[in-house]
C-alpha cells in the first residue's frame, strides 16, 4: 500500500474539472530516482530553488576538502551521503515547493498504486467540492462607489486655526 499527499490548487474560480486535473500527489517516503540523478528529479519538478541549493551544498563539499586527489574519496562519501539523504527528504521537499507555489494541503490518499490511490481520493473530494460550489453564495454585483464630495479648502475669515485644528 502505498501513501501519497495531496495538494490542490488555491484558485477557487475555476470549474472543477480544472482544479482536478491540476491535482498533485506527492508519493511519501524514499525517492528512489532523486538517489539515482538527484539533479534530474530536482529538474523534472521544476524545484529551481531546490536545485540551486543542492548543488551550492555540492560546490561547498567540493570546496571544503580540496581539489587534491587525496581528498576526493572523503569528498565523495560526503556526496553520496548528501544523495541518500536528499533522496530521504525528496518528496517532502516537493510537497513545501508546491505550497510555496500556492497549493493547499488536501488530505492523503493511499492505494496500491497512483492510479488506485487517485480513484479513492476523487470519490470524496469530488461530491465535497460540488456541494462547495453549490453551496457557494451567488457573485455579487459590482455597485459603483458613491462620490464623495471634494473637501473646500476655502476658510471663512472668523475661524481661527492653530496648526493642522481650528480652535475651539
Known amino acids: 500500500m502505498t501513501v501519497y499527499s495531496v495538494y490542490e490548487p488555491t484558485s477557487d474560480d475555476e470549474d472543477i474539472a480544472t482544479r482536478a486535473g491540476r491535482v498533485a500527489f506527492v508519493k ?9 540523478v538527484p539533479a ?24 571544503a576538502f580540496g581539489f587534491d586527489r587525496l581528498e576526493q574519496e572523503p569528498f565523495s562519501w560526503a556526496a553520496l551521503a548528501l544523495t541518500i539523504l536528499f533522496a530521504f527528504e525528496a518528496n517532502d ?29 476523487f470519490t470524496d473530494w469530488l461530491p465535497e467540492q460540488e456541494k462547495a460550489a453549490q453551496d457557494a453564495p451567488p457573485p455579487k454585483k459590482a455597485t459603483p462607489a458613491p462620490k464623495v464630495p471634494a473637501p473646500s479648502s476655502s476658510r471663512g475669515a472668523d475661524e481661527d486655526v492653530i496648526g493642522l485644528f481650528p480652535q475651539a
Do not use: K, N, P, T
Open 28 to 36: 511519501e517516503g524514499f525517492a528512489w530516482f532523486a538517489l539515482i
Open 40 to 63: 534530474l528529479w530536482l529538474l523534472y519538478h521544476r524545484m529551481w530553488i531546490e536545485l540551486i541549493v543542492f548543488l551550492a551544498v555540492l560546490a561547498g563539499l567540493q570546496f
Open 93 to 121: 521537499l516537493r510537497g513545501a515547493a508546491l505550497q510555496r507555489r500556492g497549493y493547499r494541503f488536501a488530505g492523503i490518499a493511499s492505494g496500491s498504486d497512483q492510479s488506485d490511490a487517485e480513484r479513492s481520493f
